[in-house]
């Protein structure tokens, strides 16, 4: 499952959702498009959202690039650099090109995460 991720007036990454929490992955991406406000802390991007998820196979590390979905916010999640969680997360995918892009993000930018469709 590709997704793509604009920071708006920003540029866009891509991204593929992993099986490390499979149930929690196609949930989201069911949901796709999804909007956000960003908001920054450490080397983490990341926005609140309304769907509440629980738990799948929760990690307290997450790696550079990593995707996550964090239940307590609930909140969607980029780490662009080595930064820890604050608390438990579930790691649904990597950023696979451009990362670098997260690190212009601002608190207050918009976000948008969408599908990426294949072409036959």
């Known amino acids: 499952m590709e997704i793509e991720i604009e920071i708006v007036g920003k540029g866009k990454a891509t991204g593929k959702l992993d099986d490390r929490n ?7 991406y069911e949901i ?11 080397e983490e991007v ?3 959202m309304t769907l509440e998820l629980d738990y799948e ?11 996550c979905y964090w239940p307590p916010g609930p909140a969607f ?3 662009y ?6 608390s438990e997360v579930n790691n649904i995918g990597k950023i696979t090109k451009n990362l670098e892009l997260f690190k212009k ?7 948008i995460v969408k599908k990426v469709k294949k072409i036959p």
């Open 22 to 28: 499979p149930e929690t992955a196609k949930k989201l």
């Open 32 to 42: 796709f498009p999804l909007p956000g406000t960003a908001h920054t802390y450490l």
């Open 46 to 48: 990341y926005f609140n």
């Open 57 to 67: 196979n929760p990690s307290k590390t997450t790696e550079e690039g990593d995707i």
């Open 77 to 79: 999640c980029i780490f």
């Open 81 to 86: 650099r080595n930064s820890q969680p604050v």
């Open 105 to 111: 993000c601002r608190d207050g930018d918009e976000i």
